[in-house]
């Protein structure tokens, strides 16, 4: 009996200890399946932590480059210094968003195309300051050219007024020069800006009625009338550089009122031929390339118009470039 019970607790002591060993077994895959993945982890964070310090360094080393780099463009001039005090900022900005980045391993990718868009800006600075130096080159250039002249001008200057006895009938005679030259300047000026004006012809203005079905007809008499079509043609001046032009247009009603509405584009602008402050009714902006060109616009006031004789005159830089009428029965 006792031999009995003696092999039934070994045989239980070998089960719960085959049962253990089971568990151990077990709970040792489990631990090497879990450093398995945590070494693959760690071996992943390792790579991207070793890449985020590269950029890292790539990006100190490229911002240090760029900020001695545009230190080395200062000079005298205040624009220049201004425009790379700015740049600086800029790049410490874009340096400080980059840095952000870097401190997520989600990000590096982005933050590679940000360093690479950071080399790109200070390349494109580095050539604004470039084009800077040549602009400023050329105006010393100029104002050096300006000095000599007026130093020759000065020695003239002297010479005539050592020769002169009557220094006041000198001087008198100096200012009356140069305020000839003047005129003469501002002559000069008037004619190059006339002749570079657009003139502009076939101006013609249409009466028109908007129906129920908002289709707009053509009207002749005045009370059918709600709105008018403006059109005008562009000629061809080689003259005038391509570019924007304005044509400003006022229409002048049978009394000789100005039709104005400031809410429509309607302001007041200077006549070049006589510095006169004259009322315009609309301007009509065109990127001029030195073509025959027709431009039209719709002055709808929502007012009612007066019969008779209407004058159309359209001005660009300030004078006149053609004129016509239109009536209203």
């Known amino acids: 009996m006792t031999t009995n019970n003696s092999n039934n607790s070994k045989q ?19 631990l090497l399946f879990n450093k398995f993945k945590l070494d693959k982890k760690v071996a ?7 890449e985020a310090q590269q950029l890292q360094e790539e990006l100190n080393e490229k911002y240090d480059q760029a900020l001695a780099d545009l230190e080395q463009q200062r000079s005298d001039n205040e624009e220049m210094n201004a425009l790379i005090d700015q740049q600086q900022a800029e790049l410490s900005a874009q340096k400080g968003q980059i840095d952000d980045l870097l401190r997520d391993s989600r990000n590096l990718s982005k933050a590679r ?17 470039n084009t800077l130096k040549e602009q400023n080159q050329l105006l010393t250039d100029e104002n050096s050219q300006l000095a000599t002249d007026k130093e020759m001008l000065s020695g003239d200057l002297e010479q005539q007024l050592a020769a002169n006895e009557e220094l006041s009938t000198a001087r008198a005679a100096l200012v009356s020069e140069k305020e000839e030259l003047e005129s003469q300047n501002e002559n000069l000026s008037r004619t190059v800006n006339y002749a570079s004006v657009v003139k502009v012809q076939e101006i ?16 002749k008499y005045a009370k059918n009338v709600d709105h008018l079509k403006v059109c005008f043609n562009t000629t061809i001046n080689e003259i005038t550089e391509p570019g924007s032009e304005q ?25 070049s031929q006589t510095n006169e402050q004259i009322r315009y009714t609309q301007v009509k ?16 006031p ?28």
């Not at 239980?12 to 489990?30: F, G, K, S």
Request: glycine letters at 10%; charged letters at 20%.
């Open 12 to 30: 239980r002591l070998m089960a719960i200890a085959a049962v253990v060993v089971v568990a151990l077994l077990a709970l040792n895959a489990i």
């Open 44 to 50: 992943r964070q390792g790579v991207e932590l070793q």
């Open 113 to 129: 195309a940000e360093l690479g868009k950071l080399n790109a800006q200070v390349e494109q600075y580095l050539a604004e300051i």
């Open 204 to 219: 013609d203005v249409t009466g028109m009625k908007t129906r129920d079905n908002g289709k707009a007809v053509k009207k």
């Open 247 to 271: 044509f400003f247009v006022r229409i002048i009603n049978p009394v000789g009122e100005t039709l104005a509405i400031e809410e429509l584009g309607s302001g007041i602008m200077t006549n």
């Open 285 to 300: 902006e065109y990127d001029y390339s030195q073509d025959a060109t027709q431009l039209c616009f719709l002055w709808e």
């Open 302 to 329: 929502n007012l009612g118009f007066q019969e008779g004789t209407y004058e159309v005159e359209i001005y660009n830089k300030g004078f006149l470039a053609g004129a016509g009428s239109f009536e209203l029965k």
